[in-house]
């Protein structure tokens, strides 16, 4: 089975510019994640869907960015425009989160690594 | 609120046991998660323990919980060059799920 996709791995651009990250998320899971991961550090929470709607969006710096989750599968995070400070790895994770309140065992994709010159 | 901490290098040599340490704050914390990152990947689970239990092993690692100083340890025995990684520790709380937080990573590298 094919773990979370996350493209393009790699994305250089100057400021002001907009840019776009792709997410697959693993088939059945119903929850989304994206992290922020700035280098020597541990993932952030940006943002977290469970299905198609928001409900952990208070780490999202909304002036600049933006995210959707269309048909509760795949999603994409924007930023527009983007700022020098905005240089990290973007994670994408999926989980399957039950009612039962287990363990929330999460599975990341390989990140985009975003450069902002 | 929540906040996990952990050394940020360690140094073993091949053979040898390394051990990661982490302390974390909310005592609420119902599980705690050991994740290893290896270079230009995602984060993988290696394992984890529930609040209520002091040790966990499994094949070559050994977490061990001291709840009353919120103090997470994982023991890799036999280490090998294939270890070196970042090992991130990580707690969850319960908010209508389990809410993960996570430290900023140990690097372990494996001297052959």
């Known amino acids: 089975e094919a773990g979370v996709v996350q493209s393009p791995r790699y994305k250089i651009i100057e400021k002001k510019q907009p840019v776009a990250f792709w997410c697959n998320p693993i088939?059945?899971?119903?929850?989304l994640y994206w992290y922020l991961q700035n280098l020597g550090q541990g993932p952030e929470l940006l943002i977290r869907y469970e299905n198609e709607e928001a409900v952990d969006d208070s780490q999202l710096p909304k002036d600049r960015f933006s995210a959707e989750r269309l048909k509760g599968v795949d999603s994409t995070l924007k930023i527009q425009p983007a700022e020098l400070g905005d240089s990290a790895v973007y994670l994408c994770?999926?989980?399957?989160?039950?009612?039962?309140?287990?363990?929330?065992?999460?599975?990341f994709g390989p990140g985009t690594r975003l450069t902002v010159l | 609120g929540e906040d996990v901490e952990q050394s940020l290098f360690l140094s073993v040599r091949e053979g040898d046991s390394s051990v990661i340490n982490c302390t974390y704050t909310d005592s609420s914390s119902t599980y705690l998660y050991w994740y290893k990152q290896e270079p230009g990947a995602g984060l993988q689970l290696l394992t984890y323990i529930f609040s209520n239990m002091d040790m966990k092993q499994d094949q070559r690692l050994t977490v061990l919980l001291n709840k009353k100083d919120k103090h997470l340890s994982l023991r890799i025995a036999d280490t090998q060059t294939g270890d070196s990684a970042i090992y991130f520790c990580?707690?969850?709380?319960?908010?209508?799920?389990?809410?993960?937080?996570f430290g900023i990573g140990t690097k372990l590298q494996v001297i052959p």
């Open positions: 994770a999926s989980s399957l989160v039950g009612g039962a309140g287990g363990i929330n065992e999460q599975f």
């Open positions: 088939s059945g899971h119903n929850t």
């Open positions: 990580a707690e969850s709380i319960r908010e209508g799920y389990q809410k993960v937080t």
